[in-house]
């Protein structure tokens, strides 16, 4: 009887901390590269607008968005990206979730975008259910270079996409010649990238996951079932 306690009690704390690891698990949003002879790419300069977009019917916290997006060695050009809840006509700086300058990574491993790492655009963030659109703008010349751009990276053979329960990825396209932040209004609709291209992007999030109170109301009941059966048992 004892260890049958004590098996309940481990199953029970097995059970919460199960529920509180699982922010800690891969990606939400993932892409693969499965062609090394092919890669996608997409120029976006400072006044263009790409856009990148996923939906999720849960909430996270400590969200990361990341791109595969580069600029040519030696450039030093700041780009501006902005996540908004809304696209297109109508749309406003309400929708606006968060904006950031962030400088783009020199050029990575060619076409074998699986030993690349996706660069950090936006961190930290919490985000309700609903869909959202990652807008990117190509860099601002700082140098002697005329025509910065920044570079989005993907593929358009055997990508494969890695999307966790509740996660699902949306359209994908630029415009050229959008100002910025009318980048949200100006998607009108945006052109997509080359034929069956897909740009590669990343979201790391930690599932909301019960307050510890909650989890020690779930292990006591729990405790308390075990206890129930045990009496059954005797009886």
């Given at each position: ?5 004590f ?18 698990e ?7 590269d ?78 074998n ?30 140098g002697?270079?005329v ?28 415009v ?15 052109f997509?990238?080359?034929?069956s ?39």
């Amino acid at each position: 009887m004892g260890s049958t306690m004590f098996r309940h009690v481990v199953l029970a704390a097995g059970l919460i901390t199960m529920l509180g690891a699982r922010a800690s698990e891969g990606s939400s949003i993932s892409f693969t590269d499965g062609s090394f002879n092919s890669v996608a790419s997409a120029s976006v300069f400072v006044d263009d607008a790409a856009m990148l977009s996923w939906t999720q019917t849960v909430t996270t916290t400590n969200t990361t968005v990341s791109a595969y997006v580069m600029q040519a060695p030696g450039r030093f050009e700041v780009g501006t990206a902005w996540l908004s809840i809304a696209i297109g006509p109508g749309a406003t700086i309400a929708d606006q979730i968060a904006e950031t300058a962030f400088i783009a990574p020199p050029p990575g491993n060619g076409n074998n975008l699986n030993l690349d790492t996706p660069a950090p655009i936006f961190t930290g963030l919490t985000l309700s259910p609903g869909t959202y659109y990652l807008v990117i703008s190509g860099g601002v010349n700082n140098g002697p270079f005329v025509n910065s751009s920044y570079t989005l990276l993907g593929d358009f053979l055997n990508v494969g996409i890695h999307t966790d329960p509740g996660f699902s990825v949306g359209p994908q396209g630029i415009v050229f010649g959008a100002a910025p932040f009318a980048p949200a209004s100006a998607f009108n609709p945006p052109f997509p990238f080359e034929p069956s291209a897909l740009m590669f992007f990343q979201v790391d999030a930690a599932p909301a996951v019960p307050e510890p109170g909650t989890l020690i109301l779930i292990g006591t009941g729990l405790l308390a079932a075990s206890r129930r059966m045990r009496v059954r048992r005797i009886r």
